[in-house]
């Protein structure tokens, strides 16, 4: 069984910084790609960013140049760095990863519990 497990979320002021972490841990052969979605109230959950295995990156247009998202492959962890936030950020924000379970023949993805993110003043 699989676990990832976030923290880091909480309440901040418009401008100001959070950073996202998220570990995994259990009994995996690896981790592909991992990635950080959000879903606002009344929302659709959104792909806020992700990464490769190898390091490669892609991100929401209205994130860019604001997030950045990173991996320590050797701690199986994730960071989504956060700043310049908005109001328009309020979120839970929900780790992904796939996970490769005895191979890399078979993979799922797995997701966290979600951690919340409010930006106000």
């Known amino acids: 069984q699989v676990q990832l497990v976030e923290s880091g979320g909480g309440l901040v002021q418009p401008g100001g910084s959070l950073r996202l972490s998220c570990a995994a841990s259990?009994?995996?052969?690896?981790?592909?790609?991992m990635g950080w979605y959000r879903q606002a109230p009344g929302k659709e959950r959104e792909l806020v960013a992700r990464?490769?295995?190898?390091?490669?990156?892609n991100y929401a247009d209205s994130v860019k140049d604001r997030f950045t998202i990173s991996r320590d492959n050797a701690k199986n962890t994730v960071y989504l760095q956060m700043n310049s936030l908005k109001p328009e950020d309020t979120a839970v924000y929900y780790c992904?990863?796939?996970?490769?379970?005895?191979?890399?023949?078979?993979?799922?993805?797995?997701w966290g519990q979600g951690t919340q993110v409010t930006v106000s003043s």
């Open positions: 992904n990863a796939r996970v490769y379970q005895d191979s890399i023949l078979y993979s799922r993805d797995y």
């Open positions: 259990g009994t995996f052969f690896g981790l592909d790609a």
């Open positions: 990464i490769t295995s190898g390091g490669s990156t």
